[in-house]
T-cell receptor
Framework: QQQVKQSPQSLIVQKGGISIINCAYE??????FPWYQQFPGKGPALLIA?????SEKKEGRFTISFNKSAKQFSLHIMDSQPGDSATYFC??????????FGAGTRLTVKP | KAGVTQTPRYLIKTRGQQVTLSCSPI?????VSWYQQTPGQGLQFLFE???????NKGNFPGRFSGRQFSNSRSEMNVSTLELGDSALYLC????????????FGDGTRLSIL
């Protein structure tokens, strides 16, 4: 039962470009929407998170845009760097527990 | 501050065996959640423990079980292993409150032969 749909599956971006990953959710009870970054051989690391009462949150080069009415949220990586090459997961949960993850996006930033 | 520690990092078992995985949370964290990660199904929630009690459970068969000790360390057990149980098993800890983020360990890679 996939409650969070993530796209695209893979993404190739040139260095300095903008990477955009989209997610859509079904459960309107979700109240916490984090993005995780995972490098090979490592566990996911929390990148940035947003609550539904906020439409946008920015931390450095990473921005989450949230559209509550459309039940969609997206991650924008500005000035993408080769070191950003990783798999990105969106997730959603109620009260930060029982996290439901998207399928992941493999990002490759070409130098 | 040490992160979430999972042991062992790699494990090879055969069908029908059972396995126990261990997770030591970040000091002070009282909530431990377990996830299964596979290429086909992605990251799936198994269960969460808080103060030695299971607080949430995902949609996995009863062969998957866990427990948490008084020092917040947690173990996950899988009995009667099947080929499809081959996966990366991840543990995440948090302080436990509704506003606390989860921190993941690097996982245990379980391979079933």
């Amino acid at each position: 039962q996939q409650q969070v749909k993530q796209s695209p599956q893979s993404l190739i971006v040139q260095k300095g470009g903008i990477s955009i990953i989209n997610c859509a959710y079904e459960n309107t009870a979700f109240d916490y929407f984090p993005w995780y970054q995972q490098f090979p051989g490592k566990g996911p690391a929390l990148l940035i998170a947003i609550r539904p009462d906020v439409s946008e949150k920015k931390e450095g080069r990473f921005t989450i845009s949230f559209n509550k009415s459309a039940k969609q949220f997206s991650l924008h990586i500005m000035d993408s760097q080769p070191g950003d090459s990783a798999t990105y997961f969106c997730a959603a949960s109620v009260g930060r527990r029982d996290m439901r993850f998207g399928a992941g996006t493999r990002l490759t930033v070409k130098p | 501050k040490a992160g979430v520690t999972q042991t062992p990092r790699y494990l090879i078992k055969t069908r029908g065996q059972q396995v126990t995985l261990s997770c030591s949370p970040i000091s002070g964290h009282r909530s431990v959640s377990w996830y299964q990660q596979t290429p086909g199904q992605g990251l799936q929630f198994l269960f969460e423990y808080f103060s030695e009690t299971q607080r949430n459970k995902g949609n996995f068969p009863g062969r998957f079980s866990g427990r948490q000790f008084s020092n917040s360390r947690s173990e996950m057990n899988v009995s009667t292993l099947e080929l499809g149980d081959s996966a990366l098993y991840l543990c995440a800890s948090s302080l436990g409150g509704s506003n606390q983020p989860q921190h993941f360990g690097d996982g245990t890679r379980l391979s079933i032969l």
